[in-house]
């Protein structure tokens, strides 16, 4: 509950005044208030303000409040658009928030990784579960999404992580539509592995 709270008022904090570079209202403006969009602007949103001195608490994924923005407001967004009760909401939180940690054990705390692609990651994890999809599309989400956008590099919490969040989940969001579709990257292209956990180990080694 506290998760939905303060990472939605950090949200909201960052659509409503000038923060950072404005990620978050920037997409709402530039490219209208699809589903996606806002799932994407309520995530940027949250980073803008966060990255440019918002006081106002996170709560954390994996010890960064970036990646617990990034992994709440996309679930969040498309609870509200579906009419998704709350313990299915929380339920769906569990799911992301357990699969972003999950990623993290093989990344490490500090790694050149961009936290946002594991956290985006674990989002459309949570989306995916929450509209009922199978577990093989959840492993094909976690694929196809590392598959796509495992390349940003970290170089430190700062503004440019609401573009990054934004790119993140935009990607996500993708590798769940794809993963919808039974599309998804094979064994030995690029970093992908046998099934998704070995992809998982793959961006830690």
């Known amino acids: 509950g506290r998760q939905i709270a303060c990472n939605s008022a950090l949200s909201q904090e960052g659509l409503t005044n000038p923060w950072g570079v404005q990620m978050g209202a920037t997409l709402l403006a530039a490219c209208g208030d699809s589903l996606h969009v806002r799932a994407r602007a309520a995530a940027a949103a949250g980073s803008d303000a966060r990255m440019s001195g918002c006081t ?74 929450m509209t009922g999809q199978s ?28 573009a990054k969040i934004a790119t993140a989940v935009e990607m996500a969001l993708n590798a769940l539509e794809l993963a919808k579709l039974n599309r998804v990257f094979q064994p030995g292209e690029g970093i992908v592995k046998e099934d998704a956990e070995a992809t998982i180990k793959s961006v830690g080694r």
Do not use: F
């Open 135 to 162: 577990y093989k599309v959840i492993c094909d989400t976690i694929v196809n999404s590392i598959a796509t956008s495992g390349g940003v590099v970290c170089d430190g919490a700062k503004p440019s992580c609401a």
């Open 56 to 129: 106002l608490p996170a709560v954390i994924n994996s010890g960064s409040g970036n990646q617990g923005i990034t992994i709440t407001m996309p679930v969040v967004v498309y609870a509200q658009e579906l009419g998704v009760n709350r313990e299915k909401l929380i339920r769906a939180l569990v799911v992301a928030n357990l699969i972003g940690v999950h990623q993290k054990k093989y990344i490490g705390s500090l790694s050149a990784y961009c936290g946002a692609v594991s956290a985006a990651t674990g989002a459309a994890c949570g989306i995916a579960w």
